[in-house]
């Protein structure tokens, strides 16, 4: 980046945001400023990434940001990008098809609202420089759009999540804005791109597999109608932190993730140490983190946390690791 654009080292430094951790409301800010009025281009959304990648990594390398801190901003970057791409193609399926609208027996006069559930790293806020995107796409209600060419709400809200990771995962010179990954959704690949909100809540009441619910710990609302996103997440959560559960779940889990881990293995030639997925690595510290919120967070509220970093903490305070435990973690 700075062998292609040499000036964004100078307007970096001169614009003194290297002492500075953005928020998404001001990343978002910045992503307006640069984007035409209509759909935004892949190209200009990749090169916005990447300009801001490098001011990220400036502030890491520097010894300016904590490793948190640099996670947050990576975190916060994706959520802007992902709440002004929804608006401008809401806007643009508008247009075509009018406003999506629940049936007339929902008494619901409202437009249908969209929601985008950030689940895994972005979901806690710990998104890595390379991380995929995990997301899923709620809608509110069934219906109709009221426009001159009108469409189901299905059809609107399956168009508007697919049109978003077309645009987010185009291949362009600047490389592409973001890898979307969508197998964590309800029923992974076979599953619809985007499910009404009832369809999802039934799912995760009557048929999710146990991991499907512990996925759950990092979700959070990223883009889209907060509203719509908080409903969804309120009614998950007594289901993620039973006070029934014991630890006969969590050896379940346990269990099928070692014949995950075994297959890897199979798959895999000799590469060296991979710092994710070797034993010990990230995904075992974060699998440790949410068993143990889950055997914990009936009980113990402020244990229930989507970020790595801050869960471990919170499980030291409440003396469910030990000083030791905590620190090798």
């Given amino acids: ?43 200009v959304l990749a090169q916005f990434r990447r300009r801001q990648l490098l001011r990220i990594a400036a502030r890491d390398v520097m010894g300016r940001a904590t490793l948190a801190e640099t996670t947050l901003e990576l975190s916060n970057l994706a959520d802007a990008v992902l709440e002004v791409v929804c608006h401008r193609l809401q806007q643009d399926l508008g247009t075509r098809y009018g406003v999506p609208r629940p049936t007339p027996d929902a008494g619901v006069p409202d437009p249908a609202r969209f929601a985008v559930i950030a689940l895994g790293k972005l979901g806690g806020r710990e998104l890595n ?49 973001y890898r979307v990954d969508l197998r964590l959704r309800p029923e992974g690949r076979l599953g619809e791109i985007a499910l009404p909100l009832e369809a999802a809540k039934t799912y995760y009441q009557q048929r999710a597999r146990d991991w499907e619910l512990q996925m759950l710990i990092k979700a959070r609302t990223a883009a889209g109608d907060r509203q719509l996103g908080e409903q969804f997440l309120a009614f998950v959560e007594p289901l993620i932190y039973s006070s029934t559960l014991d ?25 060296g140490f991979n ?34 970093l801050l869960a471990l903490f919170r499980l030291r305070d409440k003396n469910l690791l030990s000083p030791g435990e905590y620190s090798r973690l």
């Fill in 275 to 308: 710092i994710k997925l070797a034993r010990g690595g990230i995904r075992d510290i974060e699998f440790l983190v949410q068993c143990l919120q889950r055997l914990h967070g009936g009980r113990e509220p402020w244990v229930r946390h989507g970020g790595t």
């Fill in 247 to 271: 630890f006969s779940v969590v050896e379940a889990t346990s269990t099928a993730r070692e014949r995950i881990r075994e297959k890897a293995a199979a798959r895999r030639t000799a590469e």
């Fill in 1 to 43: 980046a700075v062998l292609t654009h040499p000036e964004w080292v100078e307007q970096l430094v001169a614009s003194g945001d290297v002492d500075r951790l953005l928020s998404a409301e001001e990343f978002q800010q910045r992503l307006e400023t640069v984007l035409e009025p209509g759909l935004p281009p892949p190209t």
């Fill in 129 to 177: 420089y390379s991380s995929d995107i995990d997301l899923m796409f709620l809608y509110s209600a069934n219906g109709r759009t009221d426009g001159r060419h009108s469409i189901t709400n299905k059809e609107y809200f399956q168009k508007l999540a697919s049109r978003l990771t077309e645009l987010l995962s185009a291949p362009t010179p600047e490389g592409f804005c």
